[in-house]
């Protein structure tokens, strides 16, 4: 399938069929099982996929409306007995219903698309139960991690990778060249004890972004604490002067961009102590350290989080003349200099300062906003090597500099 075929969408505006117009579909029917939205979704993409469907449901003639005109819709024994691959998409719970298609299953690929609710909330896979229930039936795990969304929008508007596991290659085979088909990337995952860190996948929570969110986190309190104490508690010691005012805007304000370099910095450390550490051992295939090598794994996280802190640095700098107190302390300031009679309060290198120091820091914003933008993968893919270890590793040492 074309990669133009693969971006347009196949959402429709009162067809369950989309926009697409599929080949004329040859071969063996692929069969699935099931009604709900996912097995809706995964019939129409392989329907415009030009693949035969066949759909088994209990109820075919009440669910009949919600599938592609082009998919036949009959009664689970009906379409199990005409396709040899069919896709499962039911939950574990009710994999028992199928216990009376055993003998027409014998033989057959069944293609296990379930998740769980919790992680291991099973002893077994839901993969390795279905395979129990049916020992004549070769079980491969995939398409778990692809959402309906995507099978509807196109591979282009979510993960393009199929995870696939199985005990049989020959079955793996077949299901991957089906995923092909369809426009993803099938990912060989092993035998079929993969499957169960296959089905965790989608139920982990940002699981790469733990220990960045936790390092930011720790550094934003260490310098807030410490721009608290210079900027309020410190006042209020020494002078009985309450500014208390400066805690929301102005302390935040000062404590960011501390927190955005530090964090930029320890992206490209990890990789200055890697090379020290090949240097010293005189090769390159001896394994870092283990926290070593966990830090080299999260410095794209690392390095988003210092883009945003940086990008909250910027935004709440543009609010500073907007506070209720900075127009206080404006009218204050020229009610002071009525007073005393000065006709002008122009300093020529305060003036030059600020200008520069405003300059190179939208510089430096941008410059960063690039490193982040092309650490994203869709962006990074469309680089060759030397473009990407250009903006990488020569526009960070700009950044650092302005910043």
Known sequence: MSGGDMAK???????????????????RPVGVLGSGDFARSLALRLVCSGLKVVVGSRNPKRKASLFPAAAEVTFQAEAVKKADV???????????TLCDLADVLVGKILVDVSNNTEINHH?????????????????VKGFNVV????????????????LICSNNQEAKRTVAEIAQVMGFT?????????????????????????????????????????????QVIHPYIKEQKIKLYKIPIEVVNTTLPCVSYVMLSLVYLPGVLAACSQLYYGTKY????????????????????????????????????????????????????????????WVEEEVWRMEIYIS???IALGLL???????????????????????????????????
């Open 369 to 403: 906003s690039l490193l982040a933008i092309t650490s994203l993968p869709s962006i990074a893919n469309s680089l060759n090597w030397r473009e990407f270890s250009f903006i990488q590793g020569q526009q960070h040492l700009g950044t650092e500099g302005k910043e």
């Open 360 to 362: 190179v820091g939208i």
């Open 147 to 162: 959402s309906a969304w995507t099978l509807q929008s196109g591979a282009r508007d979510g993960n393009k990778q199929v």
């Open 286 to 345: 001896r394994r870092f350290p283990d926290w070593l090598d966990q830090w080299l794994q999260h410095r794209k996280q690392i390095g988003l989080l210092s883009f945003f802190c940086a990008a909250l640095h910027a935004v709440y700098s543009l609010c500073l003349p907007m506070r209720r107190s900075h127009r206080y302390l404006l009218i204050e300031t020229a009610v002071k200099q009525a007073v005393e009679k000065k006709m002008t309060v």
């Open 186 to 230: 099938p990912v060989d995952m092993g035998c079929m004890s993969s499957a169960r860190e296959i089905e965790n996948i989608p139920l982990r929570l940002l699981p790469a972004w733990k220990i960045p969110i936790f390092l930011a986190l720790g550094l934003f309190l260490c310098f807030f604490t410490y721009n608290l104490i210079r």
């Open 123 to 139: 002893k077994e896979s839901n993969a390795e139960y279905l395979a129990s229930l049916f020992p004549a039936c070769t079980v």
């Open 86 to 96: 069919i896709f499962v998409a039911i939950f574990r719970e009710h994999y028992s």
């Open 9 to 27: 969408p196949l959402l429709g505006h009162g067809s369950t069929e989309g926009d697409c117009s599929p080949p004329a579909p040859a071969g």
